[in-house]
């Protein structure tokens, strides 16, 4: 049976001299694994051979999912060529896409994953190599993590202590009340991978892996609009805990981290 779909390459390996194995997250198929016949040709049926970030149109037949799909036909669009001259914006899409591929199933269809995604590439792919642009892939791609765990059942809980439920506005209003306006408000709010989310000073002493936050990234996850004007020290921070959280749920650390977080 042939199926068509519209699909992004997550990874390619040479399979012989003329011949890749492509693995493609597929909009309404989800993650499949397919054998690209002669795409390593001069005259492919796949428009040249088939690299990471590839995407377009594909045919495939998928006849027994024991077995490797065959790719019949693959109409890519235009590249994501800006991503060579910018070696960070490469980088958090290796990430993204490691990730993702970390955390799906083959044939398990997650469509606004799929667009999520699409997106994600392509705007990073606009982003110019430049400090200010740093900052703005950076976001981009917290977002894109933050939009993976909600899709794959993951999302962790942002608005509220995990395990007493005090919403984390109310908290930081009673506490303001208690120092009066312009007092030193004690703000002290934790992320515990464990937990899959905020934990409050009162039930810190219970999740021995929290990370303590400082009051900007706790806002920036409670309310993810602020993290388009975030600076790059607190979008650093946020980035440490999905990379901590990610190397939690993965029991491994990713591989790509290494190439996002810069040591300060
Ligand atoms: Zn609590």
């Known amino acids: 049976m042939l199926s068509k779909d519209l699909a992004i390459c997550i990874r390619a390996v040479d399979y012989s001299e003329t011949s890749q194995i492509i693995t493609f997250f597929t909009r309404a198929t989800g993650k499949i694994s397919a054998i690209a016949k002669g795409s390593k040709r001069p005259k492919s049926a796949f428009d040249g051979p088939v690299e990471i970030f590839s995407h377009g149109e594909i045919v495939f037949s998928d006849s027994t999912r024991e077995k490797l799909a065959t790719l019949t036909e693959f109409e890519q669009q ?15 899409c290796l990430f993204g896409t490691e990730l993702l591929n970390n955390l799906t199933n083959e044939y398990d269809p997650h469509p606004e994953l799929f667009d999520s995604f699409l997106q994600f590439l392509q705007d990073a792919n606009e982003r110019r190599a430049s400090s200010i642009e740093h900052r703005n892939v950076l976001a981009l791609l917290i977002l894109f993590q933050l939009a993976l765990l909600k899709e794959v059942g993951l999302q962790p809980v ?29 703000h002290r709010v934790y992320f515990s991978s464990s937990a899959n989310g905020l934990i409050c000073r009162d039930c810190e002493n219970s999740f021995p892996d929290k990370i303590r936050l400082t009051k900007d990234a706790a806002d920036c996850l409670t309310n993810l609009k602020l993290i388009a004007e975030s600076n790059e020290k607190t979008l650093s ?15 491994h650390p990713p591989k790509m981290a290494k190439y996002i977080i810069r040591d300060s």
């Open 237 to 251: 921070e946020i980035e440490k805990i999905l990379v901590y959280h990610f190397t939690e749920i993965l029991h």
């Open 158 to 186: 942002l608005n509220a202590c995990v395990n007493c439920k005090t919403r984390y506005e109310h908290r930081a209003s009673l506490v303001r009340r208690s120092f009066g306006e312009g007092g030193s408000i004690e």
């Open 78 to 92: 235009p590249g994501l060529s800006h991503l060579s001259n910018n070696l960070f914006a490469l980088n958090c």
